[in-house]
């Protein structure tokens, strides 16, 4: 039987222009993503993602605008089910606790995830995995190139 998966993240970017990007293990499979998860039933899309933020992170976040939903058909990789993802712009709200990686992948022993900046400027699609995050990489990219043309013609 087909369902579908909501799953609800947040773009993180910090003073530095940095994207927070969060490298996981799930079985036999890595993979790069933004922080973020599954919406659990009875939940709201806001609650969802600052308990993923708390869960995962450690960090409260503030929600500061819709940036993207998936506007096209993508199935998961890790069930039979039709993933919707829907990601918003975030702020901490306080100082993040997290140990922060500069290598892909590299876990700590007790655990299967860690997190890393990746310099906006230095930022492409094969940063992530999967096909809704590569598309909201470059959507990121396009904003990024008209906000310097349009600075470049001022």
């Not at 993602?49 to 960090?59: I, P």
């Not at 590299?106 to 655990?111: E, L, Q, S």
Request: hydrophobic share 35%; charged share 30%.
């Amino acid at each position: 039987m087909s369902y579908f998966n909501v799953r609800v993240y947040g773009l993180l970017i910090n003073a530095d222009n940095q994207l927070l990007i969060s490298d996981e293990q799930s079985g036999d499979r890595t993979f790069s993503k933004f922080p973020g998860g599954g919406l659990e039933y009875g939940e709201g899309l806001i609650d969802a993602l600052k308990r993923e933020f708390m869960e995962e992170c450690e960090a409260e976040v503030e929600i500061l605008s819709h940036f993207y939903t998936t506007d096209f058909f993508e199935k998961s990789s890790f069930n039979d089910s039709q993933i919707l993802s829907i990601y918003y712009l975030v702020r901490e709200t306080g100082p993040l606790k997290m140990t922060y990686k500069t290598r892909v992948f590299d876990f700590d022993p007790d655990t299967l995830q860690s997190f890393r900046w990746v310099g906006l400027d230095e930022l492409k699609d094969d940063d992530v995995t999967f096909k809704t995050d590569k598309t909201v990489v470059n959507m990121l990219l396009d904003l990024i190139h008209q906000a310097a043309d349009a600075d470049a013609q001022d």
